[in-house]
């Protein structure tokens, strides 16, 4: 990733972040809650090659971290995005191109989505930080995999729309 384009990847995830505390926070979902920015995060990562999804998912945890509203030790989002980064970038390559099969990608963000919260309850509990209960986990990680499966007709095109504009034409080859 060119300094630029890591530039600009920094002010969208700082934009995808700003527009997930002061809008989608006020939106009471049905079932669970809905995270915009990591959808759009994961979404990001999974149409970059495997070092731009490293940096992007060190990057996306980093603004999460640096956020006063998230309540966990810091890193830790950093931690796990860039290993779900990692794995995202590693099985999509054995995929192949996500521009003839939306469907796919849709699963394959929503299922990255919810392989972060679980990783994100799992680090939890071994650094010793109160959870909730079983079922209210699951509540949530079953309402988020289903508002992120749903709405990913809407977001997903605007984050491939940004995303092939910071490309450059030797990237999108």
């Avoid at 809650?33 to 940096?55: C, D, K, P, Q, T």
């Avoid at 945890?61 to 006063?68: A, K, Q």
């Avoid at 779900?84 to 192949?96: K, L, P, Q, T």
């Amino acid at each position: 990733m060119t300094f630029s384009r890591v530039s600009l990847t920094v002010s969208l995830f700082i934009g995808l972040f700003l527009i997930q505390e002061t809008i989608v926070n006020q939106v009471h979902f049905l079932i669970g809650g809905f995270s915009l920015y990591l959808a759009a995060a994961l979404a990001w990562i999974s149409m970059e090659n495997r070092n731009g999804a490293i940096v992007s998912g060190f990057i996306a945890g980093l603004v999460l971290d640096l956020s006063p509203t998230i309540d966990s030790p810091f890193g830790q989002w950093t931690l796990i995005l860039t290993i779900v980064g990692y794995i995202v970038s590693v099985n999509r390559e054995g995929m192949g191109d996500f521009d003839t099969r939306p469907l796919t990608m849709a699963f394959i963000i929503a299922g990255a989505a919810t392989l972060t919260l679980i990783l994100f309850l799992i680090a939890t509990s071994i650094l010793g930080e109160s959870n909730t209960t079983l079922t209210a986990s699951m509540r949530e990680l079953l309402g988020n995999f289903l508002w992120t499966l749903l709405l990913s007709p809407i977001y997903v095109p605007l984050i491939n729309r940004f995303h092939l504009a910071t490309q450059s034409s030797r990237d999108r080859r």
